[in-house]
Nanobody
Framework: QVQLVESGGALVQPGGSLRLSCAASGSIFSINAMGWYRQAPGKQRELVAHTSGGSTNYAGSVAGRFTITRDNAKNTVDLQMNSLKPEDTAVYYC???????????????WGQGTQVTVSS
């Protein structure tokens, strides 16, 4: 059983900052990649930031404002969000592409999501 647990979502004013954290636990053999996605009301889930093998990539709308960091030893991934805008309001989901044994293929796992609301 694998669990991804997010934390850090909150209500914040425009221009403010938040840090989201995600911890993966359970029967994990290896993690190939971790990332953050978000889904705003009435919209599809979209990639926010992703890290794999030391490389990172960001959605154009957050590049320069958000920073993703991963701790391989702890199986955690954080998302530092600065200069937040109302359009960043969404439920943020942690994602991990991982293997539970050496022989099984990699599969996607998701957290339950954490609400980020940017409003004055």
């Amino acid at each position: 059983q694998v669990q991804l647990v997010e934390s850090g979502g909150a209500l914040v004013q425009p221009g403010g900052s938040l840090r989201l954290s995600c911890a993966a636990s359970g029967s994990i053999f290896s993690i190939n990649a971790m990332g953050w996605y978000r889904q705003a009301p009435g919209k599809q889930r979209e990639l926010v930031a992703h890290t794999s093998g030391g490389s990172t990539n960001y959605a154009g709308s957050v590049a320069g404002r958000f920073t993703i960091t991963r701790d391989n030893a702890k199986n955690t991934v954080d998302l530092q969000m600065n200069s937040l805008k109302p359009e960043d309001t969404a439920v943020y989901y942690c994602n991990a592409l991982l293997k539970i044994t050496a022989r099984t293929p990699s599969n996607d796992y998701w957290g339950q999501g954490t609400q980020v609301t940017v409003s004055s």
